[in-house]
């Protein structure tokens, strides 16, 4: 099914007749396809073809949200005449805002990829390489998961915005396994097709497989910790959801207490939400209502300079919308951090009693508000001494607040990596960082 442009325009106005005061229509066509990779074998090649319906509806301050993956754009009435039969009984918004004014779109060059477009069916031979590379290392096995897509994002609202933008995207992790106990991962997210990323992060998942066989203990502590781009990139995904005004609002941000030029984070340290990053997968000309994304520092020289708006957000704080909508909650579309000017060496030399993390999950916040937080290490562990890495380690915990990871940055690395999957939700570039006096306790099984 295709979109018909002038089709979604239509169902605006309709739904404006029937008694809506806003509507927003986002539909957006997904050709996607992902192979698995297990046992250092291509085992799994799936599809996604179809289209999926955004829809946005408020009247008298109430606002419904939806979503549907129809198999034509009629579907939509039914549904939409039933909300609007029980909107009465719905309570008003507390941070209802009418939609903006659509704003003058400037586009670039389209983000969209010949070798991903022409190469959709041909994902097996691209795992396939992936796998070759892996093995250059003397491992075991590896397995993980290649995928690429296109997409196409239609907008239209009630204001009068009609905007069109397609774009491609890649997303790939592999883990390495070195006998006895030796692993290693890695990950790549880009708009194009980079076979020499996609080799680059399988020998690095291959390299720290090898290298962290034979691992022993470590005691519980305090120590400076290096955090690899997959570790910071996850603990960054926390934080800059946080700095989403909605967030702040709901009381489930560790910023409440913070304002607009306030210092929190070490002057090494600046966050940037960069929507028109062409590197990266969530590249947007607009935003969900047709506002015109702009790039914009988050946290710079670690005073924070703005959170994430949407109009809803932004009248609510006396403050003006950053383009981030959400049409309920403001969310960051690319995280970029600005390079440093130290190597992984340079940072290594500098620790006297530390420890290298490279891979991390199951990060969980007991308190949100104090940003209270704890992370499993697992894969390639290392421990420095005396400006060396001497040995790999078990399994860890970080277990510290989000507030310390930002405040003890002493050092951060010259090379971003760009990073994507299951534990970093929104796409980024992030360097390996040094943190100082993080608190470390055992995993427990």
């Known amino acids: 099914m295709n979109i018909d442009v002038d089709f979604v325009a239509r169902l605006v106005n309709e739904l404006s007749k029937m008694g809506f005061e806003d509507v927003a229509i986002e539909a957006t066509i997904k050709d996607v396809v992902m192979t698995k990779i297990a046992n250092s074998e291509v085992s799994v090649v799936q599809n996604w073809k179809g289209v999926t319906i955004d829809l946005y509806l408020a009247k008298e301050k109430r606002i419904f949200v939806l979503r549907f993956e129809p198999k034509s754009l009629e579907e939509l009435y ?21 939609l903006p004014e659509p704003s003058k779109i400037t586009y670039r060059e389209e983000v969209f990829d010949k070798g991903i477009h022409n190469n959709i069916d041909n994902i097996g031979k691209f795992a396939e390489m992936v796998i070759e590379a892996a093995h250059r290392e003397k491992i075991d096995s590896v397995a993980g998961m290649l995928q690429m897509g296109e997409t196409e994002t239609v907008l239209a609202t009630s204001k009068g915005a009609l905007l069109e933008e397609r774009k491609t995207f890649l997303q790939s992790y592999v883990r390495a396994f070195a ?34 066989r034979g691992r022993s203990e470590i005691e519980p502590g305090v120590y400076d910790v290096i955090l690899s781009p997959m570790v910071f990139g996850n603990l960054l995904d926390y934080i800059v959801s946080m700095a989403s005004a909605y967030w702040v609002i709901m009381g489930w941000s560790m910023f409440m207490k913070n304002r607009p030029g306030d210092r929190i984070a070490s002057e090494h340290l600046t966050i940037l939400d960069e929507p028109r990053n062409r590197e990266l997968p969530s590249y947007r000309s607009f935003d969900d209502e047709a506002l015109e994304t702009f790039n914009k520092p988050i946290i710079e020289s670690g005073t924070l300079k703005t959170f994430l708006h949407n109009t809803k957000t932004a009248r609510l704080l006396g403050a003006s919308s950053t383009a981030n909508a959400g049409w309920i909650s403001p969310r960051p579309w690319n995280i970029v951090v600005r390079p440093g000017d130290a190597t992984l060496d340079e940072m290594v030399s500098e620790v006297r009693r530390g420890i290298l993390v490279t891979n991390n999950w199951y990060t969980r916040l007991q308190n949100y508000v104090e940003g209270i937080f704890s992370t499993v290490a697992r894969d390639a562990i290392f421990y420095i001494e005396n400006g060396r890495i001497a040995r790999p380690v078990t399994k860890i915990r970080i277990a510290d607040k989000l507030s310390n990871i930002l405040n003890n940055i002493e050092m951060v690395g010259r090379e971003l990596y760009r990073i994507q999957w299951w534990e970093v939700s929104t796409p980024s570039k992030v360097p390996f960082v040094l943190v100082r006096n993080i608190n470390i306790s055992k995993h427990m099984m």
């Open 78 to 98: 039914k549904p939409v005449e039933t909300l609007l039969s029980l909107s009465r009984r719905i309570e008003e918004s507390p941070i209802y805002a009418p």
């Open 179 to 212: 006998e006895p106990d030796g692993s290693g991962q890695w990950c790549f997210t880009s708009t194009s097709l980079d076979t020499k990323e996609l080799e680059t992060m399988a020998f690095i998942a291959s390299r720290y497989a090898v290298e962290s």
